[in-house]
C-alpha cells in the first residue's frame, strides 16, 4: 500500500501494477514555458516546472513497477473546427487571437523536452480541461484493465482536478500527488489538494512522491 491521506491507497491494500497507471497531465510547453498560454495569462510558470524531478522520478519508478504511463496533452485542431464561439470568444480576450498557441500544430502544444516520454507510454489529446470528455481517454482505460490512478500535472486546480473528478465519477480508484502536481495560483492549489480529502476522502487520498516512490520499489524488486 502507498501511504496517504485520508487512508492509505488503495482502500484494499491490493496495488497491482498492471491495474495501475500513473496520469501525467498537460506538462506541455504552453503551461511551462515563458512564451506559453499560462505565461501570457499573467501566471509564473516556475511553479509549474518545479514538478518536473518529481514527476521524472514517478516516470522511473512507475515503469520499473511495471505501470502504464499516460500523458495528456490540451489544444484545438489546427483549423480550428473544434472551437465553438464561446471559446472563440476566450481566445480573443485573453489575446490569443491569430496565434498558434493552445492549437496541435504549434511547438507549444508538445509535451516539454524534460519529461521522460518513452515510446511504449500511451498520449490522449484533448481539447477540454478533463481528459475524459471527447477523448478515448476511458476507452483505453479500461482496454488496458486499468482501475487504479495516479494524478501528476499542471494545473492542480484545473486540468487534474477535472480529471480527477471525472475518474471518481467513473469508480476509478484514484491518488494525487501533491509534490509532483502545481498551478500558478497557490491558494487554487492548496484548495483543490484539501477538497480532495474532505468527507473521508471524497476524491480519493493525497500522499507525495516519496511514498510513491518507496512503495513502487517494493513492487519493483518483488518484480525481480
Same mark, same amino acid.
Request: aromatic share 8%; charged share 30%; glycine share 10%.
Given at each position: 500500500m502507498i501511504k496517504a491521506t485520508p487512508f492509505d491507497f488503495p482502500y484494499d491494500g491490493r496495488l497491482v501494477p498492471g491495474n495501475t497507471a500513473l496520469i501525467v497531465i498537460d506538462l506541455q510547453g504552453d503551461f511551462l514555458s515563458t512564451s506559453g498560454y499560462f505565461a501570457k495569462q $499573467?501566471? +509564473?510558470?516556475?511553479p509549474l516546472r518545479a514538478i518536473l524531478p518529481a514527476v521524472n522520478r514517478l516516470i522511473a519508478a512507475a515503469r520499473a513497477a511495471g505501470l502504464k504511463i499516460i500523458h495528456t496533452r490540451q489544444g484545438y485542431r489546427a483549423d480550428m473546427a473544434d472551437i465553438t464561439p464561446?471559446?472563440?470568444?476566450?481566445?480573443?480576450?485573453?489575446?490569443?487571437? $491569430?496565434? +498558434?498557441?493552445l492549437l496541435r500544430s504549434s511547438p507549444g502544444f508538445q509535451i516539454v523536452p524534460e519529461i521522460d516520454v518513452a515510446p511504449e507510454d500511451i498520449i490522449v489529446d484533448k481539447t477540454c480541461?478533463?481528459?475524459f470528455t471527447y477523448t478515448d481517454f476511458e476507452h483505453v482505460l479500461?482496454?488496458?484493465?486499468?482501475?487504479?490512478l495516479l494524478f501528476s500535472g499542471c494545473t492542480?486546480?484545473?486540468?487534474?482536478?477535472?480529471?480527477?473528478?471525472?475518474?471518481?465519477?467513473?469508480?476509478?480508484?484514484?491518488?494525487?500527488?501533491?509534490?509532483a502536481c502545481a498551478s500558478g495560483d497557490r491558494y487554487a492549489h492548496e484548495a483543490a489538494l484539501h477538497m480532495v480529502t474532505v468527507e473521508k476522502g471524497i476524491f480519493g487520498a493525497l500522499t507525495d512522491s516519496s511514498a510513491v516512490i518507496a512503495a513502487l520499489s517494493l513492487l519493483s524488486g518483488k518484480a525481480h
Open positions: $499573467g501566471y +509564473d510558470p516556475s464561446y471559446e472563440k470568444w476566450r481566445r480573443k480576450r485573453a489575446g490569443l487571437e $491569430g496565434t +498558434d498557441i480541461n478533463g481528459a479500461r482496454a488496458q484493465g486499468i482501475t487504479h492542480t486546480d484545473v486540468c487534474v482536478h477535472t480529471t480527477l473528478r471525472e475518474a471518481c465519477d467513473r469508480n476509478f480508484q484514484c491518488l494525487t500527488i501533491t509534490d
